[in-house]
């Protein structure tokens, strides 16, 4: 009887692995587990319903940053910490009834990661990341979080200045900053692609339109009071030195110290952006703006104060495309796993560390082909052969390999 070589890529292993079917019906499967599990009558899981009475409130001109205790229970302890354009995005999952709205909830955020990977990756690269994320999917899907579509909506930003999709890329980042502040530094990473004046404009017209979209359903007057009252909210969050997991804790509690945030934020901020300035010359290669995007979801996760468990998604989303679109080593394979395996800042520190290394070393010689790490565009009908999203220079249309007429 012949043997089986499970490292051969015909092997029915490495089929089943790299179905798709397979991974999405797992990703589907975590949904409705966490669907059953938190709308339970005896949960006392709150976040959700949080999400779901957000819209109400701003409905019916309450205000959206106090205690719910009749709506949550008396054991309560969050708050909504969302922008009122959030709790106005709420409105889908508000109006169905709670486990309808649970289980729509949590397909949004499974299937919105699998696509943007899939987009992002394509292929066999995909479906590794869609398995490697499958822990930190659980854990931000459990916990009701929108980490994981805030993670596909940076990815979907990115993609989109790739493309040369102004406005997507604009309505991308912006409705990802409503649910959570720091998607905004996604507006870093175009820097590197022409016609930046006109895409600032795009964003802060998409910004102003994001700003006043809760007045569908709420007076002018009462609108400003919801962002004075969300405004002291994410002051009194900023002084916090106790919560969360970031590398500004975990220092604090090594050396027994109480630094404030803002100066390490501030470094990490200048260490981020010192090799897209100083690495001009590399703006054009997709793979330096691939790993630039890999910098930037572990970096805007492991320095934000407010950074908890379930956020942890988004930078191993970033630590998981670094490993993949870069060349394979040990270390970086120990790092990557550590990262997978919920260790948090620590691992995930030391991945963002090496990926500066990649930035300033110019990572275009790192990996072997770009069209084996990015996820290939659709063919023109007068292209001989496919092209990948963003393969070309910055200013040009990778289609048909002349100048950008821009779109949106």
Known sequence: MSRIDFRSPDSPLRRLLQSRI??????????????IRRGAPESTHTTFKIFRQSFW???????????????QGAAAFDLFKYSPTAAM?????????YWPAMLLWSLVNAFALCFGLERLLGGKRARLAQWLLLPEAFATMEAMQSNALITALIIAGFIAMEDRRQLRSAVAIVTATALK????????????HPRRLRFALVTALTGVAALLLPLLVTS????LQQYRWWFATEAYDANDLAFGVSVMKVTRQLLHVSWPNWPTQVLATSVLVAPFLARRERWSDPLFRQTALASLLVYAVIFNHQAERPSFVIAVTGAVIWYLTSERGAVRGVLTALSVLGLQAPPLLACWLFIQRDLWAGVGRVAGSLSSSVAPAPKSPDSTAPGTPGSAPPGSDPATDRPATGGT
């Open 22 to 35: 397979l991974v999405y019906s797992l990703y589907v499967a975590i949904a409705v587990f966490v669907t």
């Open 57 to 71: 409130h701003l409905l019916h001109g309450t205000n959206l940053y106090a205690h719910y205790p009749a709506e």
């Open 89 to 97: 995005l709420f409105m889908p999952f508000a109006l169905p009834p």
């Open 181 to 192: 502040i720091y998607p905004a530094a996604t507006l870093v990473l175009a820097t590197f």
């Open 220 to 223: 002018p007057a009462m609108l």
